[in-house]
């Protein structure tokens, strides 16, 4: 089993910074890839970035890319993500998760609980 729990969401204006951070137990946390994704009310959850087991590989959403960064310390057992330029249509819970592959993070069992990001207009 891995848990992984999310936090550094919150309320922030248009054209602002968040840094979201998931901190990861159980298992060993090298040996997955992790990714995050986003969901807002009543729309289905979007893919928005992954990172390999050794951090040497990203890929990001093409609503993301440019303006956020996803990052991992195998050290410390976390996986964060640097959001920047953000926009309303950010406003979504965002889940951090854990996967075997980064193809593989999306049907994982491995999900955070979620943390809130709200960008105001």
């Known amino acids: 089993q891995v848990q992984l729990v999310e936090s550094g969401g919150g309320l922030v204006q248009a054209g602002g910074s968040l840094r979201l951070s998931c901190a990861a137990s159980g298992r060993t946390f090298s040996n997955y890839a992790m990714g995050w994704f986003r969901q807002a009310p009543g729309k289905e959850r979007d893919f928005v970035a992954a990172?390999?087991?050794?951090?040497?590989?990203?890929t990001y959403g093409d609503l993301v890319k440019g303006r956020f960064t996803i990052s991992r310390d195998n050290a410390k057992n976390t996986v964060s993500l640097q959001m920047n330029s953000l926009k309303p249509e950010d406003t979504a819970v965002y889940y951090c998760?854990?996967?075997?592959?980064?193809?593989?993070?999306?049907?994982?069992?491995?999900w955070g609980q979620g943390t809130q990001v709200t960008v105001s207009s």
């Open positions: 990172i390999s087991r050794s951090g040497g590989t990203t």
């Open positions: 998760a854990a996967g075997r592959f980064i193809a593989s993070i999306g049907s994982s069992d491995y």
